[in-house]
């Protein structure tokens, strides 16, 4: 069936460190894929997406790229910051995968000054 | 604030009690969901409404739940005879139609069944 992969948290980082999340996927079809972020107290908001395969989706200094060789979507960030810290989740809808948005389970990251 | 809203932000309820959660979209969205998120989990498909037609519901959507959208406006959700189980963030989402399918959430109901 259809499903998300995201690596396993949390992940701990300094101020201004490299960020990568990990995410694979499992689907028929071409879906679209996202990132979604949840800062604590407030709701999920959609980071960035790729509709079709070798897009990049970027936003607020974050990217990713959609491998369909790999069935990957990993996150990425140059330079973190204390503000990133939140829950991000990697989810995939479309193509033959349906509408409804399939989610990871989420990976928390945590920045420290 | 035009983000989608939602109604009660917390609920606590006894087991076995019925409850029922507001959802009221994007007013331009014609599509509405619903998603169920458990601690240390992504959000759960629950069930999709084009319009005011249900289209889809998923197999975690036992007999006790049950939802609405009337007019294709707002929609409703309904949880009869609650369980501990239950207990979970409820959260709904609006899209509009199939524009890559970009969903936007509401903040969710936190739903404690004692």
């Known amino acids: 069936g259809n499903s998300v992969t995201q690596m396993e948290g949390p992940v701990t980082l300094s101020e201004e460190a490299f960020l990568t999340i990990n995410c694979t996927y499992t689907?028929?079809?071409?879906?679209?894929l996202f990132w979604y972020v949840q800062y604590p107290g407030e709701g999920l908001q959609l980071l960035l997406k790729?509709?079709?395969?070798?897009d990049k989706g970027s936003n607020k200094g974050f990217e990713a790229t959609y491998r369909k060789e790999t069935t990957s979507f990993h996150l990425e960030k140059g330079s973190v910051q204390v503000s990133d810290s939140a829950v991000y989740f990697c989810?995939?809808?479309?193509?033959?995968?349906?509408?409804?948005?399939?989610f990871g389970k989420g990976t928390t990251l945590s920045v420290s000054s | 604030d035009t983000g989608v809203s939602q109604d009660p932000r917390h609920k606590i309820t006894k087991r076995g009690q019925n409850v029922t959660f507001r959802c009221d979209p994007i007013?331009?969205?014609?599509?509405l969901y619903w998603y169920r998120q458990t601690l240390g989990q992504g959000p759960e498909f629950l069930t999709y409404?084009?319009?005011?037609?249900?289209?889809?519901k998923s197999r975690l959507l036992s007999d006790r739940f049950s939802a609405e959208r009337p007019k294709g406006s707002f929609s409703t959700l309904e949880i009869q005879r609650t369980e501990q189980g239950d207990s979970a963030m409820y959260l709904c989402?609006?899209?509009?139609?199939?524009?890559?399918?970009?969903?936007?959430f509401g903040p969710g109901t936190r739903l404690t069944v004692l």
């Open positions: 989402a609006s899209s509009v139609g199939d524009l890559y399918n970009e969903q936007f």
């Open positions: 689907a028929t079809g071409y879906p679209s």
């Open positions: 790729a509709t079709k395969a070798d």
């Open positions: 989810a995939l809808s479309g193509g033959q995968a349906g509408t409804a948005l399939i």
């Open positions: 007013s331009e969205h014609n599509r």
């Open positions: 409404f084009q319009n005011e037609a249900q289209l889809e």
